[in-house]
């Protein structure tokens, strides 16, 4: 769903299916944003996140960090380790593309992404609620960089 909403308002996401990969594709593509799941397999989002903060290339691209337990401990730590923002997995399509405008300074439209006139949305609220979607048989929750 995620990737679907996405690539209708001019994004082109790369997919990732597991940590290992998803900091393989964000070294290689430098994505301007990156939604990283915390419950992966292998590697957690919480060591994907350090190691994209500690390596030069990807230190500076911004995280939203996204997980389905909206316990106040996961989002702590998302924040302190260094995502930009964090929020719970049930994806609304007004709430993502206003985080996604304010990490992205504001250039929202100018990417391509349709208007969402009539949505009053607070994008310094870091409790929004969001989903993300697995298709079938895909497996588990995925990294996703936005480029």
């Not at 594709?25 to 590697?43: C, H, N, Q, T």
């Not at 994907?48 to 500076?60: E, I, N, S, Y």
């Not at 960090?65 to 401990?73: I, L, Q």
């Not at 709430?95 to 009539?118: I, M, P, T, Y």
Request: aromatic share 8%.
């Amino acid at each position: 769903m995620l990737r679907h909403m996405l690539e209708q308002n001019g994004y082109r996401p790369l997919e990732a299916f597991d940590a290992e990969s998803g900091i393989q594709i964000a070294k290689e593509s430098l994505p301007r944003l990156i939604f990283l799941d915390i419950v992966l397999p292998g590697m957690n989002g919480f060591a994907a996140l350090r190691a994209l903060r500690r390596d030069q290339l990807t230190a500076d691209i911004p995280i939203i960090a996204m997980s389905g337990n909206d316990k106040p401990p996961e989002h702590f730590w998302a924040q302190k380790i260094g995502a930009d923002d964090f929020h719970e997995e049930a994806v609304l399509a007004p709430e993502v593309f206003a985080r996604v405008d304010r990490l992205l300074g504001g250039n929202v439209k100018a990417f391509g992404c349709r208007s969402w006139s009539g949505c009053r949305l607070s994008v310094e609220e870091h409790r929004a609620r969001t989903r993300s979607y697995n298709p079938p048989g895909e497996g588990s929750a995925r990294a996703r960089c936005l480029s």
